[in-house]
Structures are given as structure tokens and as C-alpha cells.
């Protein structure tokens, strides 16, 4: 099975500036790499799939990248809103799903 | 538009089977662009994937869960149903029934039912 390893776990940022969070996985997964959001209580979002592929209604202050086992997620400047917790999913192989274990976006 | 709406016991106790149904609207669930699939949230931890079924009849599931799950698509009521055997307070946790987009990603989630499996 794939192993996704996503740094770091936590992470203290103000408004308005740039983040990014990485996953690693422990095979190449071909860009098959998608990026979650979720806030407390509620269903994740879907933000990144494809590994650079914006979802439809997503702000283009979010962007994906990456190739092979190293990919990032992207925030330009941070809003508000964007404070939550953010999953990396690997689906290289219909048989076999994996997410990273979650970075939590906080507020500094 | 598509609607995914889970229904379970709510609580179960250690060692039963757990059953939960995912009624599916907007979308016929046997169709042949359709892909769907069962996660989980433990409450305070992270998303795991459970499995999946496509529309071609295969079936996968996460190897950890694999001896204890089977996911099945009931056409006739257009529901997507999951079955846990075995269940303790490990099995506590938020289970959402997913849509798969054609790349294989999920792409539309139900609001998820919280089971708890306590004596």
C-alpha cells in the first residue's frame, strides 16, 4: 500500500500570506494526488485533483503542483476562511486509496 | 444534481455487524460512469479510505479492513449499502459515502453518519 506523508501537521500562518503544504508519497503515484479541505464539522472539499487541476468554484489562490512522490498544495495569501485542515489523497491505483494524515491551517 | 445521503444505527455495541445505507439521488447508481465509494473519520483524526465499487462489479477494499467489509450497490432502490463485522470502539467514527469522478477521485461526499460502537 502507499503511504502519503504530509507536512507539516500543524501550521501557524496570518492573513494574507503565502503557505504551502507538502505530501510525499512512498511510490510514485503518476500526479494521481488530489488536495481536501475540511473544516470542523462539516464534509471535505474538494480543491486540486490531478495534482494541479482546480476544482470548479475553487478560488485561484489555491494551486497544486508536483510530479513523481513530492507534491504541494499552495495558498497565495491566505483568507480567513481558509483556516482548516487540509488532505492530501493519492488514488494511483484503483485498488488502493491513501491520505496523508491531515495539516492543520491555524490561525497565528 | 447529485445527493448522497447516509443512514445507520447510530450506535452499535463491540462485536456486532454494522450496517449503513447510502441512498443515492440524481444519478443512477449502476450506470456505467459511476463510481462510488465508503471513507471514514474517526472523530479528532483523519480520513480513511474503506472501498470501493465500480460499475463493471469489481470491488476493492483497504487492506486493513478487507476480512471485515463488504460494500454492495442495491440497483433497484439506488442505494450504495456497507457492511462491518466485527466492530469495536475502533470503528467509532464519521462514515461519508462518496462519489468517484472518471479519474478516479472523490467528487461529491453525503454529509456523513456518526457511529459509535460502545457497550
Known amino acids: 500500500d502507499i503511504q502519503m506523508t504530509q507536512s507539516p501537521s500543524t501550521l501557524s500562518a496570518s492573513v494574507g500570506d503565502r503557505v504551502t503544504i507538502t505530501c510525499r508519497a512512498s511510490q510514485n503515484v503518476n500526479s494521481w494526488l488530489a488536495w481536501y479541505q475540511q473544516k470542523p464539522g462539516k464534509v471535505p472539499k474538494l480543491l486540486i485533483y490531478?495534482?494541479?487541476s482546480l476544482e470548479t468554484g475553487v478560488p485561484s489562490r489555491f494551486s497544486g503542483s508536483g510530479s513523481g512522490t513530492e507534491y504541494t498544495l499552495t495558498i497565495s495569501s491566505l483568507q480567513p476562511d481558509d483556516f482548516a485542515t487540509y488532505y492530501c489523497?493519492?488514488?494511483?491505483?484503483?485498488?488502493?486509496?491513501?491520505f496523508g494524515q491531515g495539516t492543520k491551517l491555524e490561525i497565528k | 444534481q447529485l445527493q448522497l445521503q447516509e443512514s445507520g444505527p447510530g450506535l452499535g455495541k463491540p462485536s456486532e455487524t454494522l450496517s449503513l445505507s447510502c441512498a443515492v439521488s440524481g444519478a443512477f447508481i449502476s450506470s456505467s460512469n459511476c463510481y462510488w465509494g465508503w471513507l471514514r473519520q474517526p472523530p479528532g483524526k483523519g480520513l480513511e479510505w474503506i472501498g470501493s465499487i465500480y460499475y463493471n462489479g469489481n470491488i476493492y477494499y483497504n487492506s486493513s479492513l478487507k476480512s471485515r467489509v463488504t460494500i454492495s450497490v442495491d440497483s433497484s432502490k439506488n442505494h450504495l449499502s456497507l457492511e462491518l463485522t466485527s466492530v469495536t470502539a475502533a470503528d467509532t467514527a464519521v462514515y461519508y459515502c462518496?462519489?468517484?469522478?472518471?479519474?478516479?477521485?472523490?467528487?461529491?461526499w453525503g454529509q456523513g453518519t456518526l457511529v459509535t460502537v460502545s457497550s
Open positions: 489523497l493519492q488514488y494511483d491505483s484503483y485498488s488502493s486509496y491513501s
Open positions: 490531478k495534482a494541479s
Open positions: 462518496t462519489r468517484l469522478s472518471v479519474t478516479g477521485h472523490f467528487d461529491s
